[in-house]
Nanobody, 121 residues
Framework: QVRLVESGGGLVQAGESLGLSCAAS????????MGWYRQAPGKQRELVAT???????NYADSVKGRFTISRDNAENLVFLQMSSLKPEDTAVYYC???????????????WGQGTQVTVSS
């Protein structure tokens, strides 16, 4: 079994900063891509940022320059530092990881349970 557990999130005012973290645990052979997605009410889930095991990053245009993704490969952690937050950043943020199982050696996509980020104006 593989599990992703997010922490962080909460209520902040526009312009403030907030950090999210996500820990992967379980039968992990290798973690390839890790990242964050978000889903606002009435909208589809969208990419926020991803990071490869080699630390190559990709960001949605809407968060470039404001959000920073990073990871700790040794501890199977991924982080999202969000600054200059806007009300339109309000959403449930989901951790994502593409993980090869140490039991089956098959790669699958895994998701965390989601954490709410609310930015008030």
């Amino acid at each position: 079994q593989v599990r992703l557990v997010e922490s962080g999130g909460g209520l902040v005012q526009a312009g403030e900063s907030l950090g999210l973290s996500c820990a992967a645990s379980g039968s992990i052979f290798r973690i390839n891509v890790m990242g964050w997605y978000r889903q606002a009410p009435g909208k589809q889930r969208e990419l926020v940022a991803t990071i490869t095991s080699g630390r190559s990053t990709n960001y949605a245009d809407s968060v470039k320059g404001r959000f920073t993704i990073s990871r700790d490969n040794a501890e199977n952690l991924v982080f999202l530092q969000m600054s200059s937050l806007k009300p339109e950043d309000t959403a449930v943020y989901y951790c994502y990881a593409a993980i090869t199982s140490s039991r089956s050696f098959i790669a699958n996509n895994y998701w965390g349970q989601g954490t709410q980020v609310t930015v008030s104006s």
